[in-house]
């Protein structure tokens, strides 16, 4: 069984496949608007704590469990537990897969009806009136059939990419589509520059405002770290099962965050200086994209394919994360359950895409579930696994590591394949020590308030008074 196992084709393509996954709907879509609600730089300053702190040591062991073992989550956890209770942090994982991706899809396809919108010069007549765009984007994704043919075309794009495999597949397409994502990235954040009045946008994300800085915007920094770094549900832990000894998994993390992380502000800049530039309403939350960039695109000279252009990316983002979201759940049926590659991938995208279709519905015609539990489903998933399932799930890979796998076999296991060995490992020992040790406390901490709010009406820190 051993060296059958595929293997990613370069370093490059490992580092391009990995940020493929980081980079998606979190960074395009929910980083701007949540940092233009919660305080401009002042998020952005919690939010880059949380990946530095938080972020990193989770990232980092999510890649060297995959890679010592050469197993997806489950397979992994069982391994080095010797088949203890472990496992089911693996099955944690699969399951926030599942969750996730039965939602994401759904935006996923969003973004391919919008580009092609767009494409068609459908912005045109929402220029500049708010009102009737985002009465279309409501009439949209509320219509019973359009947006679950939007779902199926970007669903079975997703599937075809991972039936290709992990080298001609993934990485393949991680590496046609991130270049172009960050070269046009480039392109908007320019144009956003040369407009008049594009700079005040600039001024709005990047000056901090602490007291827009709410105790909830922590907690939603720390889950959007977990969310954009692809944590908390082994995506990592597989992406690590296809890499060889000879990689260096420092600098390959490092690697990923900070694309994470630079593709989040240039995605940032380009939008609020387009939105600043036209007069648009910079705090207008999840509808920022879907509702107000349709209106000022057409207002700006080539509107048509900067906006085309723009929800284009937005479109590749989405799908090489959501590649990475099916590939936890395909990788687990091959290690586990011996199925094929073909078998795993069309059994669970379709079964996905059905609940896909649900979470759909469940703006439209299937309003139950709203009217009992007062969300939709679509929120629900949403919540459930970007507060709870990822954090929880992360915080558990850092205990596994400080209680049962031990600091210093994940250390080993770091060092294989990093050349220099000019430090001191028992200061870098405890430095890890010590950051798994935050993280996972600060986690428990956060979702134990979370949980308290959500059962008691009042958050710790109400109660502690401040
Ligand atoms: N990181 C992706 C994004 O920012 C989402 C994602 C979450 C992907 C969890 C894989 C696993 O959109």
């Not at 401009?40 to 062991?61: E, M, N």
């Not at 009406?457 to 109400?462: D, E, F, R, T, Y």
Request: hydrophobic share 55%.
């Amino acid at each position: 069984m051993k060296n059958n196992r595929e293997q990613w084709g370069s370093r490059l393509g490992f580092i391009l496949a990995a940020s493929g996954s980081a980079v998606g709907l979190g960074n395009i879509w929910k980083y701007p608007h949540m940092a233009g609600q919660n305080g401009g730089a002042a998020f952005t300053i919690v939010y880059l704590i949380c990946i530095l702190i938080v972020g990193l040591p989770v990232l980092l062991g999510e890649l060297a469990i995959g890679r010592n073992t050469q197993l997806s989550p489950v397979g992994a956890f069982k391994k080095l537990s010797n088949a203890s209770y472990w496992k089911w942090v693996g099955f944690l994982g699969v399951s926030s897969a599942f969750v996730i991706l039965s939602f994401y899809g759904v935006v996923g396809g969003w973004t391919l009806r919008y580009t092609f919108f767009s494409l068609f010069g459908g912005f045109d007549a929402l220029s500049g009136n708010s009102d009737s765009s985002a009465k279309i984007f409501s009439l949209f994704v509320s219509n019973d059939i359009n947006p679950i043919f939007w779902l199926i075309l970007f669903m079975s794009l997703c599937m075809f990419i991972i039936i290709k495999g992990v080298k001609s597949g993934i990485e393949q397409a991680a590496k046609i589509m991130m270049p172009i994502i960050i070269v046009i990235l480039i392109l908007l954040v320019i144009k956003g520059l040369s407009l008049e009045g594009g700079k005040k946008g600039l001024k709005f994300l990047f000056m901090p405002k602490f007291s827009d800085l709410t105790p909830s915007s922590i907690v939603m920094a720390l889950g959007h770290a977990f969310f954009t770094l692809s944590l908390g549900m082994g995506t990592m832990i597989t992406y690590g099962s296809y890499l060889g000894k000879n990689q260096n998994l420092i600098s390959s993390a490092l690697w990923v965050i900070i694309l994470d992380t630079i593709i989040a502000m240039l995605a940032g800049t380009a939008i609020f200086t387009i939105v600043f530039a036209m007069g648009a309403d910079p705090s207008s939350g999840p509808g920022l994209i879907f509702e107000v960039l349709p209106t000022i695109f057409p207002q700006i000279g080539g509107g048509v394919i900067w906006g085309t252009l723009f929800f284009f990316i937005l479109f590749m983002a989405a799908l090489t994360s959501a590649v990475s979201i099916l590939e936890v759940i395909t990788s687990y049926f091959i290690d586990q359950k011996g199925w094929t590659r073909e078998r795993a991938t069309l059994s669970f995208g379709i079964l996905i895409t059905i609940v896909g279709m649900f979470c759909s519905l469940s703006m439209g015609s299937f309003n139950d579930f709203k009217i009992i539990f007062n969300i939709s489903f679509m929120d629900f998933l949403d919540e459930l696994s970007s507060k709870y399932m990822l954090p929880i799930g992360g915080a558990l890979t850092a205990l596994f590591i400080l209680s049962k796998w031990s600091v210093k076999t994940f250390l080993d296991e770091i060092l294989v394949g990093v050349q220099t060995r000019k430090f001191d490992k028992g200061l870098l020992l405890n430095f890890l020590k010590v950051l798994l040790i935050v993280s996972s406390f600060i986690v428990g901490l956060i979702i134990l308030n979370e949980l308290f709010e959500l059962f008691f009406g009042s958050s710790l820190q109400k109660i502690a008074g401040f």
